[in-house]
Every structure is written in C-alpha cells, then in structure tokens.
C-alpha cells in the first residue's frame, strides 16, 4: 500500500480504496457513535468502515472510491479546457455547500480532491467533525482563497505546494499567454461568485467563437453558381430548326390526293362537298375535345382548391397549437427558474423552511437539476424535516437521513418512513426488533459500529450466540465478543448452572482474555 502525508496522518492507497490513519491523541474522540454523521456526504466518496485501534493509538477510516474518479495532479495533466472550467464551477458550488455545513471540515489541497474528467465533478476523501478531527489549514484560511490556489492549480502549469509557499504569483508565472487574463482575473477575486463570473464569460465567448466558425464554415460550403456571358445562346434561327411538325400534319400532307384532270364544274362541287365534310368533322370534333378538357380542368382545379385548404387549415391549427406549447413551456421554464433561485438563495442564508417553500412550486422533474442543485434541496428537505419528500427525490439518499437523525438522536423518526431502501428496512427491522430482518438486510448495507451492535443484539435476540460472536469476530469488535459471552453465561445460568458450570466457566476466562487479564 503506498502512503503519502496527509493531515497529522497518513493515506494509504490500494485499488479503490484509501485509509486515512492518524494518531489518537491527536483527535478528541472518544468513540466511533459521535463520528457517524460523517460516513455518508453527498459531496464525499463513502466512509466504509471507521476504528479506534485496541490499544487505543490510531484513529482509522476506510474510504472506498468510485470507478471514474482520478487524482486532482491527472486530471490536470489529461484534461481539457472545458472539462477544467467544469471542475472550477463544482468546486465553487461545493464550497458553496460547506459554508453551511458549521460542524464539517474537511482539507482543501491536491491531494484530498478526486474529479470525474468525462464532467468535472468533484469529490473528497476526507472529512471529520469540528473540534474532534484534525482540519489543518481548512478553518485558518479564508475558504475563498483556498478554492482560488486548487484553481490556479489545474489551469496554470504551477505546482500546488510551490503556489502555497510561494504564493498566488507563482501561478501568474507559470501560465500560458492565452490564459492570462483569466487567471489574472482569478488571482484578483475576492468572492466564489467572481470567479464563477470570469469562468462563465470565458465559456460564453469560446462559445461564440464556435458558433461564427460554424455560420462561415456554411457558407463556403455550398457556392453560388451563375450563368456567364462566355455561354453560347441559341439563335432564333436555330430554335426554328429546332420546331417538330406534327404527325397529324405529316401524314396530312403525305396523303394528300393527286389532282386528277377533270372537268372545271365538277372539281368545284367536290371541293365544296369536301370543304363543307371537313368543316363538319372539324367542327364536331374540336367542340368534344373543348368540352371534355373544360371539365377536366374545372374539376382539377375545384380539386386541388380543396386540398390546399384542407391542408392550410391543418397546418394553421399545428401551428398554433406549437405557438401556444411553446409559449406555456417558455412561461413556466422562466417560473421555475425564478422559483429555484429563490429556494437557492433562502437555502444560502440557511433559512430551510422558505427554501422548501419555493423548491416545491417547481414543476420539474427531480433528475433535471444540476447536481449542486439537487443537494441544496435534498438539504433543504433534511434541515426541515421532510425526510420522506428527500427519499422520495432520490432514494440513495436514505443513508444520510438516517446518518442524520442518528447524529439528532431522533432514530424512531424512521418508523414513519415509507421506502425500499435496504438501509429503512433494516433500521426499522433493528426499532421494532425483528430480528430476523435485521440479519437479512445486513449483508446490503454498510455496517458501522453502532450498526455492528444492532446485529449482534438480533443474534442475541434470537439465542443464535455462536453466530454472533463469530460475527463479532470477524469485525474484530472485543467490546462486542464479550457482550455476547455475557449474554450466553447468564442464559446458561437461567436454565441450570450447576450442570453448564464448565461452560460457564470457559466462556468467563475468554472474557477475561478479552479485556487483557
């Protein structure tokens, strides 16, 4: 396991694990029950398992660390722009949430904070309670300053110990002259809200950039072609050549019979005879053609009339009925939006119960808001004690209820809540003592010390004593060994004490084992 120093201790890394030990003496606690709140914070990996050696020298807590998570150092190294202005952004919105978390500390430096690169999101190691766990430079520094310097940090090629030595200067150093300005507006901010400000306005103009790239790249795409004055135009007579006589015509002409000589009276009779037949068919023939394409058309054009208004019709009505969703989603996008932002800012100023108020008028589904934004009103819900209305936002949130109401000593508020969380099934098992039900949700939740004890009661409970103090066993939990051989010597005592006397008195020396006699 490789270690490195870390607040008065050390961490030790090993796969997806890291263990935070630290001598005893330099903490004030005296037992894991006053430490449990900090097992589980939205914003932290989770504590696994929290001991005090048995000689009493160390303090050591057990975090287990998601899959996508790398160190502060990589994701620096490996990272984009984007991704880097994300990380700030989180960062901020967490220190947001620590300033209303009095009784939390936690450390603020490279070695203590792990990102996700594929979305900046941020997450911490450690963390401990004020007043019985070391916080190193977390309470004597301005918290403002703290998140400026792990800034800096990722987006200049400055060490971190070098800008905590030497001072804010060393990242102005050790920058890039196209990120100049922003760090420098960085290295000058007083507020989170400043450096917020200068991040965003970054994005906003790169995404400006992109957008003017984008509209050129169109144009150049697709050029316009136009008719030149080099073409050749055709000439009048060649669009006469270009004129087909028709066949009727041809064939007219073809057939057109040979004049025979015969006398002058009769030639005029035919010709009348034959110019009033072909006036005749000609006539009776041009008038059917008329009468039957006049219809056609009148029919196609009462046809096509009715389509068009059929179809305008159609379209007129989408399109009001896409106006007005349009117009009701951009209407109630903006009230939501007004509602959030007075649930964040009563959040802020820690008055829960306005928070709630306005974070209930929102018509919008839970998963839709930004992580920060979930937990203000996860938060919200827990301060006012609507515990049910968190758990039903997001059911993995159960934990830290319970961890909550555990740390408030107000545990039986959890009889009252209606979830399939194994963590609400075993706490409400462990309140009515179901036995059987504790010893089955066990094995799906995380057991602390306090959790530890409600198992071994349950096997007590149910005369399973040998169970329970193997189980005690592999938890290495003395207290709770002796508790078990305790019980069995006082139920071999009830039933008949002369004939478990040898029994009795094996279980008494173990005890005595135990406690180092």
């Not at 030790?12 to 890291?18: L, P, R, T």
């Amino acid at each position: 396991m490789r270690r490195i120093s870390f607040n008065e201790g050390t961490l030790g890394f090993e796969k997806n694990k890291v263990i935070y030990e630290v001598p005893l003496e330099k903490t004030n606690i005296n037992s894991i029950q006053e430490i449990e709140f900090i097992r589980h914070v939205d914003f932290m990996f989770p504590v696994t398992d929290m001991k005090i050696s048995p000689n009493r020298q160390h303090f050591s807590m057990e975090i287990e660390v998601e899959s996508g998570f790398v160190p502060l150092s990589y994701f620096k190294s490996n990272s984009s722009d984007e991704q880097k202005y994300a990380f700030v952004k989180n960062l901020c919105a967490i220190v947001e949430e620590l300033k209303n978390l009095d009784k939390l500390v936690t450390i603020l430096d490279d070695k203590n904070i792990l990102v996700r690169a594929e979305d900046g999101e941020v997450k911490f190691l450690y963390r401990g309670l004020r007043d019985l766990m070391p916080s190193g430079s977390y309470l004597e520094e301005d918290l403002e300053m703290q998140v400026k310097r792990l800034s800096l940090f990722v987006l200049t090629s400055a060490k971190y110990d070098a800008i905590r030595v030497n001072g804010i200067k060393e990242a102005l150093n050790h920058t890039s002259q196209e990120k100049y300005t922003l760090v420098a507006k960085i290295a000058n901010s007083n507020l989170l809200k400043d450096i917020l400000d200068n991040i965003e306005a970054v994005e906003e103009t790169n995404n400006q950039k992109i957008v003017e790239q984008e509209k050129k790249s169109i144009f150049t795409k697709f050029p316009i072609s136009k008719k030149t004055d080099s073409e050749p135009k055709e000439s009048n007579v060649e669009k006469q050549s270009k004129i087909k006589i028709p066949k009727k015509e041809k064939v007219e002409r073809k057939t057109e019979p040979v004049a025979k000589k015969n006398p002058k009276v009769k030639k005029e009779k035919v010709a009348k005879v034959r110019a009033a037949s072909f006036e005749e068919d000609n006539q009776k023939t041009s008038t059917g053609i008329f009468v039957q394409d006049k219809v056609k058309v009148i029919a196609g054009l009462v046809l096509a009339f009715v389509l068009i208004v059929v179809v305008v019709s159609m379209f007129s009505k989408n399109d009001k009925e896409k106006v007005q969703t349009t117009s009701n989603n951009v209407a109630q996008a903006q009230e939501d939006n007004d509602y959030l932002t007075k649930g964040l800012q009563y959040a802020a100023i820690q008055d829960y119960d306005n928070a709630v108020v306005n974070f209930e008028k929102i018509d919008k589904s839970f998963k839709e808001f930004s992580k920060p934004n979930q937990r203000a009103i996860l938060f919200s819900y827990l301060m006012t004690g609507k515990y049910q209305e968190a758990i039903n936002a997001e059911p993995k949130f159960a934990f830290s209820v319970v961890n909550y109401l555990v740390s408030k000593n107000n545990i039986d508020a959890v009889k009252n809540i209606k979830s399939e969380e194994p963590v609400i099934k075993f706490e409400q098992a462990a309140i009515n003592k179901d036995f059987k039900n504790v010893l089955k949700y066990k094995e799906d939740i995380n057991l602390d010390g306090r959790r530890e004890a409600l198992v071994v009661d349950a096997y007590i409970g149910l005369k399973q004593f040998d169970e329970g103090y193997e189980f005690a066993k592999a938890k290495g939990n003395n207290d709770l060994m002796i508790k078990v051989r305790q019980k069995q010597i006082e139920e071999l005592k009830s039933k008949d004490e002369k004939a478990n006397k040898d029994q009795i008195k094996k279980y008494e020396d173990e005890i005595k084992q135990l406690n180092g006699n």
